[in-house]
């Protein structure tokens, strides 16, 4: 597979096969031939193209690389070209999920309530140690928490994160499923978001339901978020 092109470490690892594409790039499975450990590398392409783009890219890997925690996925290495006048891609290796919260309730729908309360344990401790971090994530959703098929969970994607630099309360951003408008703004402090909570038990209520089509944003999130 045509992955690696002269990145001087790139021959450290095997590629297995894609597992996702996007208009930032494409994510493979990969075997680190140092270790043995199973990886996902993923390449992001063209990164100075746009300003925004390259501003996101690197504000998650700085963060990743600094938010060191079992609930959020770890960043192993990143891959650089030899020289600057070649640096157009970057290859970040993952540690390997294998898949996320979107997909598991999806396709299961024989989750017990120890499933959920255990999901929700995880996602409550990775938002803790975030927000002792002063940092918010602002775009938490199920298809940013990866998963395995032992239940563990893993928080990532942190493009959209941001630290705060006070201890004033801000509006902080949650992406809530796919229901327009897309972003919600709530107003609170530095205590653990009872919006990831509620967030959860939306897609609970969801998978018992079969569908989100009756269902009203009162029904989503409960009067305590609103008394905040």
Known sequence: MDFFTEYGEGNR?????????????VVCSALDTHTGEKVAIKKIND?????????RILREIKLLRLLRHPDIVEIKHILLPPS??????????FELMESD????????DDLTPEHYQFFLYQLLRGLKYIHTANVFHRDLKPKNILANADCKLKICDFGLARVAISDTPTAIFWTVLQFPPTMLTISFGYSISITAANFL??????SQQGGTEHLSY????SPSIHQQ
């Open 47 to 55: 990164i100075f193209e746009h300003v925004s783009d390259a501003t």
């Open 84 to 93: 600057r006048r070649e640096f157009k891609d970057i290859y970040v290796v």
């Open 201 to 206: 038990s939306c897609f609970r209520i969801i």
């Open 101 to 108: 919260l979107h997909q598991v309730i999806k396709a299961n």
């Open 13 to 25: 690892y095997k590629i297995e096969e894609v597992i996702g594409k996007g208009s930032y790039g």
């Open 218 to 221: 009162v029904d989503l999130f």
